[in-house]
């Protein structure tokens, strides 16, 4: 029973102690024996302490006791509450044994033979509340753990004052938690794809779990991007991040706390979204000698400037003033277990951080620019306030920081030494800063005598800018990829990486070439005594022009000396072809076969020669150069020099495409579809590497009905991902309506590596079904269009059942479309179309058109949730009728759009109900709704009188009645489609010409109406096109 750790005169005495009560009591249970050491520690000392011995004595015993009565168990847990400083009693039925404290009390349910029924909490003021827990720790006999968890609850009420205090702070305590619970539900919108991660970085809040077996409610306000993807990737879970701790602490000062919750049921928000809190009054609060606290899990290295802010947020009330300040990167090294934390920043300090594929970067930390006051922090544990209003804004705060913490902790390693150490690595950086929300990296590369500045700006932890300061280089394009790249790591060393590979593929200055093959094909072109190099020649033809040497090595392996190619083809796909084809002297040679063998003294027809005036070369000699075009392709003729003509040239042709910069080739494939794009990958290493660059993958457009769209999503998604880890960053479309064998597998790709998708077209792809649909829209939450019509297996848009389980249970979470389509989507249902309204409130343009199973209620939810709906078409749903129409005029004046042709139960109530509650409406079909009459036309005049285009063709009850109203209220019409009108004659087509002189198109098909009345509007109305089927009118 002797610990082999314990020391000292107390271990004797124990010792000691022990071996008496054996000797004296060898032949008497272990139950007598503790109920003497129990006297014995009632019999205290004078000073009212515990003899320590005996109570590590009884310790002993009851760690050796064995609990398997009733009687054993009662008297265990009499000593536990002894021990924690708790009282202990026993029900009347001696079933139930009592562990009590000021603010809260435990029930221990008991069977006859000592086995544990069931384990109880009961807080202040609340009923008993079972304990999974505490129940099976009982079970299994784990007393010492038993005992550890009461002292955690007994921890979370030590509350300073006397009871009375002690309980109104703990109910200002349970009304704060349920006030911020709210908040936490309040609806908001995705935008990462993991909603466990988007919960905790973008949650009003953050993740919060409330308190549970006398454990305070926790807040996970913060997790570091690159901890995401590499537990994601290891394990498939994400753990670690920031958390708080809400609890309260003791203050000199009084302050007004809470005594009730502070916002109303259901919340009312402000135009922020959050919530509307209710003042602090005499009745609903008190001045208690208390705050609440977020007590910090680990605690957070910030800046002065950071802890000021946040004691104005919390109107004053601030910490303890730290007592000691130090430049942040040195706190960040002293909270961070895998760091030294004894390095001196007197002198700076140099990491070297090692990357894939053996590659590593050097980052200096200078120690004067980082002892600046402005980047002095200090270690905070806990943050007070008192009021939940300013939760919300201290964990922005506190986030802020912490990406800030985590930037600069990506450039700490094991590996470091003072600045002095002059080792040579890939990559050398000096780490500066520039404010206390922003710092600069200064790095140079290999091939590179000039230096270059990364600018990095933290706005707050949710967004970043970073900007690359280059000597004659400005690309804002790259510095918002650089600033996407760093949002999803959230580390410098990486996004190092990533600028180092884009750098290096800008073109270099051209180099001289010396091996022996350049070296002769250049005594071809000019005088013996000439060293000029191929980049040189190129130079001199084209001063503007700047080669790289790697273009030059391309060409010549493509073609041997002597032969090649010179022209460069307008369709790049047909480019691939490298067949060398002999050039004979003078000539420009070309891919295409018609024009390989033409000489100059043979010109095609097709060919417009354009001189240029003659230039020195080096040499002293002249020579020309003649450019011409073929059909939107450029040949140039470049002449040797005076005496050189009769030696046969070895020099390879000039390919001009080799002389364009890549900024500027880069624009040029800009211009070219996805397949053009993958056939230029296939032309030589140079164009290889600008085809696959990020920039020129916004978009993925697949078409053909034949193209297997899955494996082509696979296999794009793979290259593009290659730069970021298992994230395509640049792709915001992807477009594949058409391709027929397009299927789930597809759609999931998309949805695991386009996290930044904005655009989704799948238009015609019947093999699509709902959960791929669903794994997009969860995992996209950047995703505003959404087309797929004519996918007849998908019947709602919906998040996954794993991303519904993250739900918040009093609003849900939102999807961020604002353009879908579902045309042609026959199984959809009014149940499908509810659950679209309540997932996509922010939906502004919605067609729903040969939906044939939709009926009147469904628009009813459509209404009550999509408030920002702007465009519906309801065309051929035979279903819908004037209920229908009453329930989208509860749009009011958003309403623009609205198209119910062939929708055959409207009539003119449904249209009286658009035209008074919609009165912003510029677009109406209602063609084919045999029901609508000269009456809804007056309606629609009388309060729609921005309507621009109207159609009500297959309506034979109007009449010209109603064009005269209508020609009367809407000036500005513009588009009037009257086709198979049979009531019209020409009265109403003369209305129609004098009072809608704007009219573009009139279309007056299957018409009986006169000529006359036509050649009247052709004269008002000289911009209108007028389609009929009279052949008297021309």
């Not at 002999?582 to 070309?590: E, F, L």
């Not at 063998?597 to 230039?615: C, D, E, H, V």
């Amino acid at each position: 029973m002797e610990s082999k750790n314990e020391r000292g005169p107390v271990s004797m005495k124990t010792k000691t102690l022990m071996s008496d009560l054996k000797s004296k009591y060898a032949d008497k249970s272990w139950n007598e024996t503790l109920q003497l050491v129990r006297r014995c520690m009632e019999k205290t000392k004078g000073d009212g302490r515990v003899c320590e011995p005996i109570a590590k004595c009884l310790q002993k015993i009851n760690e050796a006791l064995s609990v398997s009565s009733l009687k054993a168990m009662v008297s265990k847990l009499e000593m536990i509450a002894q021990q924690r400083g708790l009282g202990s009693h026993m029900s009347p039925t001696e079933t139930v044994c009592y562990l009590t404290a000021d603010l809260f009390y435990i029930e221990v349910v008991l069977l006859s033979g000592g086995q544990v029924e069931d384990v109880r909490v009961a807080h202040h003021g609340e009923a008993p509340v079972s304990s999974p827990s505490l129940l099976q720790l009982l079970r299994m006999k784990k007393f010492q753990e038993f005992s550890l968890k009461l002292d955690d609850l007994a921890s979370f009420y030590n509350i300073p004052g006397d009871n009375d205090v002690k309980i109104k702070i703990y109910t200002s305590l349970r009304h704060l938690e349920t006030d911020l619970v709210k908040i936490s539900h309040l609806p908001r919108s995705l935008r990462e794809s993991d909603l466990h991660v988007d919960l905790i970085m973008n949650g009003r809040i953050g993740n919060v779990q409330a308190g549970k077996e006398g454990t305070p409610m926790t807040i996970k306000y913060y997790i570091s991007p690159l901890d995401v993807l590499m537990g994601l990737s290891s394990t498939g879970e994400v753990s670690g991040g920031q958390i708080a701790l809400v609890t309260v602490g003791s203050n000199d000062a009084p302050h007004r706390l809470q005594m009730q919750s502070l916002i109303s049921s259901p919340p009312q928000v402000d135009s922020f979204g959050f919530p509307v809190f209710q003042p602090l009054t005499e009745s609903s609060s008190e001045l208690l000698p208390a705050t609440f606290l977020l007590k910090l899990q680990p605690p957070l290295p910030m800046l002065i400037s950071f802890i000021a802010k946040m004691g104005q947020i919390a109107d004053g009330v601030v910490a303890d003033k730290p007592q000691q300040v130090e430049p942040l990167p040195q706190l960040l090294m002293k909270t961070s277990k895998m760091l030294n934390s004894k390095i001196c920043w007197t002198e700076g300090v140099e990491f070297v951080v090692p990357l894939p594929a053996s590659e590593y970067h050097s980052y200096v930390f200078p120690g004067t620019e980082w002892g600046r006051e402005s980047w002095k922090g200090a270690l905070i544990h806990t943050v007070p306030f008192t009021h939940p209003s300013h939760v919300p804004a201290l964990l922005d705060t506190l986030r802020h920081q912490s990406a800030i913490n985590v930037l600069l902790a990506s450039c700490f390693s094991n590996h470091n030494h003072h600045i002095d150490a002059g080792s040579l690595h890939d990559l050398r950086c000096e780490i500066l800063p520039e404010s206390d929300h922003c710092l600069s990296v200064t790095f140079s590369l290999d091939d590179d005598n000039h230096l270059a500045v990364l600018q990095v700006t933290v706005v707050d932890s949710r967004q970043m800018s970073c900007r690359l300061l280059m000597p004659a280089f400005v690309d804002h394009k790259l510095d918002d990829y650089i600033s996407r790249v760093l949002m999803r790591c959230m580390s410098i060393p990486i996004t190092m990486r990533a600028i180092r590979r884009k750098v290096a593929s800008r073109p270099t200055p051209p180099l001289p070439l010396a091996d022996s093959e350049s070296s002769t094909a250049m005594e071809s072109v000019s005088t013996p005594q000439s060293d000029q190099s191929v980049p040189d020649i190129i130079s001199d033809v084209y001063p503007s022009a700047s080669v790289s040497h790697e273009a030059i090595e391309d060409e010549s392996m493509a073609s041997p000396p002597g032969k090649g190619s010179s022209s460069i083809s307008s369709d790049v796909s047909s480019s691939t072809d490298h067949t060398p084809t002999k050039a004979p002297k003078n000539v420009a040679t070309s891919e295409d076969s018609d024009l390989s063998m033409r000489t100059l003294s043979t010109p095609s027809p097709a060919l417009i020669l354009k001189s240029n005036p003659p230039q020195t070369v080096p040499n002293g000699h002249e020579t020309s150069s003649t450019s011409f075009n073929v059909t939107g392709e450029t040949v140039a003729l470049v002449h040797p020099p005076p005496g050189t003509r009769s030696r046969p040239s070895k020099v390879p042709p000039i390919n001009l495409i080799d002389v364009l910069p890549d900024p500027v080739l880069l624009h040029v494939l800009s211009y070219l579809s996805t397949p053009q794009l993958c056939r230029c990958t296939r032309v030589c290493r140079r164009w290889y590497n600008l085809a696959w660059d990020p920039r020129l993958w916004s978009s993925i457009r697949l078409t053909g009905e034949l193209l297997n769209a899955d494996r082509a999503l696979k296999v794009l998604t793979h290259r593009l991902c290659q730069d970021t880890p298992n994230v395509c960053l640049t792709l915001e479309t992807v477009v594949a309506s058409g391709c027929r064998r397009m299927s789930d597998r597809g759609l999931r790709v998309v949805a695991q590596c386009c996290p930044e998708l904005r655009r989704l077209e799948v238009a015609g792809c019947y093999n699509v079904s709902n959960e791929a649909v669903f794994d997009v829209v969860s995992q996209c939450p950047s995703l505003e269009h959404l087309d797929v019509s004519g996918c007849p297996k998908v019947t709602c848009i919906s998040l996954t059942e794993e991303a519904s389980l993250e739900l918040t249970p009093l609003h849900g979470q939102q999807i961020g479309l604002r353009y879908l389509d579902m045309t042609d989507c026959v199984s959809l249902e009014d149940e499908g179309l509810r659950t679209i309204a309540f997932h996509c409130p922010r939906l502004t343009h919605l067609y729903l058109r040969r939906c044939s199973r939709l009926t009147d209620e469904a628009l009813r939810q459509l209404a009550l949730h999509c408030t920002a709906l702007r465009e519906l078409s309801l065309s051929d749903c035979p279903l819908i009728g004037d209920f229908g129409l009453r329930e989208v005029a509860r749009l009011e004046g958003r309403l623009r759009y609205l198209s119910v042709a062939h929708c055959m139960r409207i009539t003119d109530v449904g249209l009286r109900y658009v035209a008074r509650y919609c009165p912003r409406l510029r677009y109406l079909n209602a063609r084919g709704c045999e029901g609508l009459t000269d009456q809804g036309l007056s309606h629609l005049a009388r309060n729609c009188p921005r309507l621009r285009s109207i159609d009500v063709g297959r309506c034979p009850l109007v009449s010209d009645a109603g064009l005269e109203v209508l020609a009367r209220g809407c000036e500005g019409l513009r588009r009037l489609s009257l086709r198979g009108c049979e009531s019209l004659t020409g009265r109403g087509l003369i209305a129609v010409a004098a009072g809608c002189p704007e009219l573009q198109l009139l279309n007056v098909q299957e018409c009986e109406v006169s000529p006359e009345a036509l050649r009247l509007v052709r004269q008002h109305c000289r911009r209108c096109v007028i389609e009929h089927t009279i052949p008297a009118f021309y």
